[in-house]
């Protein structure tokens, strides 16, 4: 069975998520379904991040494999229209190896996290941002990030629910811009736990607010403990923007 | 009655537009609607621009009169309050002279048109943005557009409903710029006849298509016929993106 790479977007608004739930709408139900519209096949989807409810996806990768051999561009078009109206979308499907796999190849995961800083209400940004109703300190927020990147026990940011074997990673960007009312948070790691960028940048927010410095950033991790972690970012501001494979034949 | 100017921003999709309707859902009815149950006063807006159906505001001006002379932010907090959970939202509200008018003593208005030309259907800038499913040459486009600025009988860029009482106007400005697949379209003037930029934009896609040169639109504008217009962009497409006053005293 030839298998394929989809390289995907979503709206992660509305759904509970990239995986199939047994009473919700899910992104990889969505998607199988449309699959399975156009190609008369279940077919079961792998993708490099389970990303959560209401996390949205800039460049998503997930395998397939389908029985017969159809030509990309075909597969792209016409699960595309499948999926209509959803706000699902195939960017781009290739041909794989057969061992090519979306969630164990990948060496890099790049999430972006939007946040807007303003009194009023968010209304084009709605469910695309998290709303701060203050400003915070971009440049201070950069600063205390720095303490986290690196190789640490990442503890503190990880979720009760979290599957992963081991809490030691290796966080390797971990950077803040400002551009007006709005900051942009750029995490990039070979893995993440669950939800860690969204414990990373609830506390980073505490540190824009003025009401951690970096030290108390800094100790948090150091404590390596749940109840020291600041508070979780809403879904709604995270963008799994970009995931990255190996060069072919060297996986 | 003390006079408010209100900065608005808002997401046009599911309104009929800026202008109260009988029977459909309106940018205006929802804010008076929203005034009403914040100081129980029948209140009645007028905004500088009356965008249509789908269409967006960056930042909108709209003036009201209220009874009471409630403080400014006090204003802009309840209202937005009452508008939840609607994606229109008061970025600011402050003191306006008696003879203030958000329409008449407009200076300049300037729009923004968003396009992103892709295969693959929109999911995040869904509603927010014109899919063109080809890729469009910015840089002959915007060549082609600086024969549309200055004063001229925008007849073929007018819609038939469109009650100015004369079809000439000074563009100022329309540019357009490219940055991978998005193309922004920037337009301002003291005012424009009705969807004349959408109108406009459609025309300059057919020259990014390669389909008319730089000739064809002037030639288009020439006809001063509607019939001559390429073709109107879709709404969802458009943003107001600021209004411009002259300085106090000076109107």
């Known amino acids: 069975m030839p298998r394929y790479r989809l390289t995907l977007e979503y709206d992660g608004t509305g759904y509970a998520g990239w995986q199939r739930q047994r009473d919700q709408p899910s992104i990889q139900q969505a998607l199988e379904e449309a699959f399975g519209s ?48 959803r706000a ?18 990948a060496v890099e995961r790049l999430y972006r ?9 968010l209304t084009i940004d709605l469910n695309r941002a998290w709303h701060v109703p ?37 966080l390797d960007e971990l950077g803040v811009t400002g551009a ?18 969204r414990s990373m940048v609830g506390s980073l927010v505490h540190v824009g607010e003025g009401r951690w410095t970096a030290g108390d950033l800094r100790h948090a991790l150091e404590r390596r403990d749940r109840q020291a972690c600041g508070m979780i970012a809403p879904a709604h501001g995270l963008y799994l923007a970009a995931v990255r494979y190996p060069p072919e034949g060297q996986a």
Chains 1, 2 share one sequence.
Request: aromatic share 6%.
């Open 88 to 105: 699902i979308s195939i960017l781009e499907a290739a041909r794989a190896g057969a061992d090519f796999h979306a969630r164990f190849d």
């Open 38 to 85: 156009f190609c008369q096949e279940d077919v079961n989807l792998v993708a490099a991040g389970r990303t959560d409810a209401g996390v949205h996806a800039l460049q998503q990768v997930a395998h397939v494999d389908l029985v017969r051999d159809w030509p990309p561009a075909t597969v792209r078009n016409a699960v595309n229209q499948h999926l209509r109206p």
């Open 134 to 170: 203050r400003s915070l300190d971009a440049a201070a927020m950069h600063e205390a990030a720095q303490g986290l990147v690196g190789r640490h026990d990442f503890s503190t940011f990880r979720d009760a629910g979290c599957q992963a074997s081991s809490p030691v990673k290796t």
């Open 180 to 197: 007006g009312d709005a900051i942009v948070i750029s995490a990039r790691a070979r893995s993440f736990l669950h939800r860690q960028v």
């Open 113 to 121: 996290y939007r946040i807007v800083c303003r009194r009023a209400p």
